[in-house]
Nanobody
Framework: QVQLVESGGGLVQAGGSLRLSCAAS????????MGWFRQAPGKEREFVAA????????YYADSVKGRFTISRDNAKNTVYLQMNSLKPEDTAVYYC?????????????????????WGQGTQVTVSS
């Protein structure tokens, strides 16, 4: 069992930055691939970024490449999402997700259904 708690959301102007954090419980954090997803009102939850167990492999949605950076600190059981050059269309509830993974890479990382642990979400609002 893993419990995930997101923080760092808020209101920011377009062009600004925010850093989201996701703290995970448990002693086996290094066994889990981690992902960030988001859901805007009236839309389906969508993939944003993911990182492998070791942190060696990262994956991004095309819409955030070059603006967002995912990272993890395995000593602190925490994954981060640094969001720069924010746009109004980035407004959404951002969710952290986890899945125990045998490998350190894979195409499953993009899929909402692959993850089996989710946080409660944190609101990000970007004003124009």
């Amino acid at each position: 069992q893993v419990q995930l708690v997101e923080s760092g959301g808020g209101l920011v102007q377009a062009g600004g930055s925010l850093r989201l954090s996701c703290a995970a419980s448990g002693r086996t954090f290094t066994m889990y691939a981690m992902g960030w997803f988001r859901q805007a009102p009236g839309k389906e939850r969508e993939f944003v970024a993911a990182i492998s167990r070791s942190g060696s492999n990262t994956y991004y949605a095309d819409s955030v490449k070059g603006r967002f950076t995912i990272s993890r600190d395995n000593a602190k059981n925490t994954v981060y999402l640094q969001m720069n050059s924010l746009k109004p269309e980035d407004t959404a509830v951002y969710y952290c997700a986890a899945r125990r993974s045998i490998t350190d890479s894979g195409s499953n990382y993009y899929s909402t259904g692959w993850y089996n642990y989710w946080g409660q979400g944190t609101q990000v609002t970007v004003s124009s």
